[in-house]
Nanobody
Framework: VQLQASGGGLVQAGGSLRLSCAAS????????MNWYRQSPGEQRELVAT???????NYADSVKGRFTISRDNAKNTVYLQMNNLKPEDTAVYYC????????????????WGQGTLVTVSS
């Protein structure tokens, strides 16, 4: 399963960006679609998660500012980022975990290539 992320860029503090990530390949179900981010010198951190039934969870640092959503028909996850802060600057990675077929042994855990978000002060 391949993931293609897009939507990063340069924005001023207080601005907004929307990231997208589309999954392709043999997919039966994507149980979790996630956004992670990694700043220079820092470990990769989980930003937001959405399940196949729409349950969401967010890192405390982005609650109230970021919204994760998904389109199951398109196997696509989005991250709407509002009121961006310089500390949100990072490479953002999408991640998908699910199964390729009805067989429970067909699980996958795939990562996108990363998209850079830079927030200037």
């Amino acid at each position: 399963v391949q993931l293609q992320a897009s939507g990063g860029g340069l924005v001023q503090a207080g601005g907004s960006l929307r990231l997208s990530c589309a999954a392709s390949g043999s997919i039966f179900v994507i149980n979790f679609m996630n956004w992670y981010r990694q700043s220079p010198g820092e470990q990769r951190e989980l930003v937001a998660t959405i399940t196949n039934i729409g349950t969401t969870n967010y890192a405390d640092s982005v609650k109230g500012r970021f919204t994760i959503s998904r389109d199951n028909a398109k196997n696509t996850v989005y991250l709407q980022m509002n009121n961006l802060k310089p500390e949100d600057t990072a490479v953002y990675y999408c991640n998908a975990r699910g199964r390729r077929t009805i067989d429970w042994a067909s699980g996958f855990d795939s990562w996108g290539q990363g998209t850079l978000v830079t927030v200037s002060s």
